[in-house]
């Protein structure tokens, strides 16, 4: 079962924005409309910020965005703050089983 | 407080068993699936396993298939994993999770517990 595909890393200042892809299949992401995000801080769970696509659960803020487009989804952190620097993974039903994505470092410059 | 707390992990030989287990609190356990997810330190997330609300439907990894099995007892609010023929590969922090969805399609893992290290040697 190959994971999502996505960028290593991804870098900005505070105050930018900045675009993390999440690309898979039409067995996965493109076929379903149930992608998740979730970010990670070093030696902490993950924490889900994104579901079935572009909700977000209570609490996460509205700086978090995400969409997707054929095979590939996207999350978006808009206004870039110190506190968004973790790894972030993107997750995706797939017939019968999950699969989550390689995971991105975001680091703010 | 929604709360999963895990337990069983350990060093085990090759070929060896476990059994992990979940206690989860703060929410109706029956309304939601659950899942297993593992991480190797340092590296990224592979999910492994999920059980629907009633345990009626669970699902397996291809690289853990045939070897692991996910039950639940809804009675105890207790989710499990039972572990054999355990490899050096399978070591990892096992996290307990919590799904928003009910049944064997996943809308978004919304709780996490904070895991359990398994270890296997060789």
């Known amino acids: 079962q190959s994971a999502l595909t996505q960028p290593a890393s991804v870098s900005g200042s505070p105050g930018q924005s900045i675009t993390i892809s999440c690309t898979g299949t039409?067995?996965?992401?493109?076929?379903?409309?149930?992608v998740s995000w979730y970010q990670q801080y070093p030696g902490k769970a993950p924490q889900l910020i994104i579901y079935?696509?572009?909700y977000r659960p209570s609490g996460i803020s509205d700086r978090f965005s995400a969409s997707k487009f054929g095979n590939t989804a996207s999350l978006t952190i808009s206004g870039l703050q110190a506190e968004d620097e973790a790894d972030y993974y993107c997750?995706?039903?797939?017939?019968?089983?999950?699969?989550f994505g390689t995971g991105t470092k975001v680091t703010v410059l | 407080e929604t709360q999963l707390v895990e337990s069983g992990g350990g060093v085990v030989q090759r070929g060896g068993s476990l059994r992990l287990s979940c206690a989860a609190s703060?929410?109706?356990?029956?309304?939601?699936?659950m899942h297993w997810v593992r991480q190797i330190q340092g590296k990224g997330l592979e999910w492994v396993s999920l059980i629907s609300w009633d345990g009626s439907s669970s699902y397996y990894a291809d690289s853990v298939q045939g070897r692991f099995i996910i039950s639940r007892d809804n009675s105890k609010n207790s989710l499990y994993l039972q572990m054999t023929n355990l490899r050096p590969e399978d070591s990892a922090l096992y996290y307990c999770?919590?799904?928003?969805?009910?049944?064997?399609?996943?809308?978004?893992?919304?709780?996490w517990g904070q895991g359990t290290l398994v270890s296997v040697s060789s």
């Open positions: 999770v919590k799904d928003i969805g009910m049944g064997t399609i996943s809308r978004g893992m919304d709780t």
């Open positions: 079935e696509v572009t």
């Open positions: 997750s995706s039903y797939r017939f019968s089983s999950n699969v």
């Open positions: 703060g929410f109706t356990f029956d309304d939601h699936c």
């Open positions: 039409s067995s996965d992401v493109g076929g379903y409309n149930y």
